[in-house]
């Protein structure tokens, strides 16, 4: 029994290193793209330490993150030449980066996600009498849902673990709330 439970183990530690990353970010031509990149641009006096890009200052990009997108999409390059499909890098499929925004469709979908909620809001306040019993019930679902779309913006803008986190636990305690709503309407 214990053969078989050490097999088990085995089994399924060897799963993990296929989840923690993926075929573009596992590639030896990422890795070396990447390692390359940031001996040339990385160091005191390198390309992206003299003069970073505004936008990729202002979210926070640093020069190892810049070599990462790069690097990305030379390896991208590198597979679909040579007739492979396009892997993805770190659990993610590539996304083209726009004024430093990782997901600028995305971005701009939460954002318009936001100015929904807040105009159908403020429709219903003008049309709802706030006595009405589910009055303050959806006005705390709106401010649920809109913190909710602050932070998917924030993450699709910059992936980062607090952000993903963030986006994460608001897109959980949404459908938490409206499943509250259902159940007292």
Known sequence: MSN??????????NLITVVISSSGDRSKFYVLCVDRCSLKDCKIGGEFKRYPPFDLQLLYWSCKDNCSYGCMWETVTHFTTRGLDVPQFHGKWPFI??????EPASVLFSLLNFYAHVRMYNTF???VHPSNPMFY??????????????????FHARDKYFTEV????????????????????
């Not at 078989?4 to 530690?13: A, D, E, R």
């Not at 980066?97 to 990782?102: E, P, S």
């Not at 019930?137 to 924030?154: D, E, K, L, Q, R």
């Not at 963030?166 to 309407?185: G, N, P, Q």
């Open 4 to 13: 078989l439970l050490w097999i088990l183990v085995i089994y399924f530690l």
């Open 97 to 102: 980066r726009a004024f430093g925004l990782q």
């Open 137 to 154: 019930v959806w006005t705390y679902f709106m401010i649920v849902c809109t913190h909710g779309w602050i932070w998917s913006a924030v």
């Open 166 to 185: 963030m986006d994460y636990s608001c897109a959980f305690t949404t459908v938490l709330t409206l499943l509250y709503c259902l159940l007292l309407r």
């Open 125 to 127: 306040r003008k049309n």
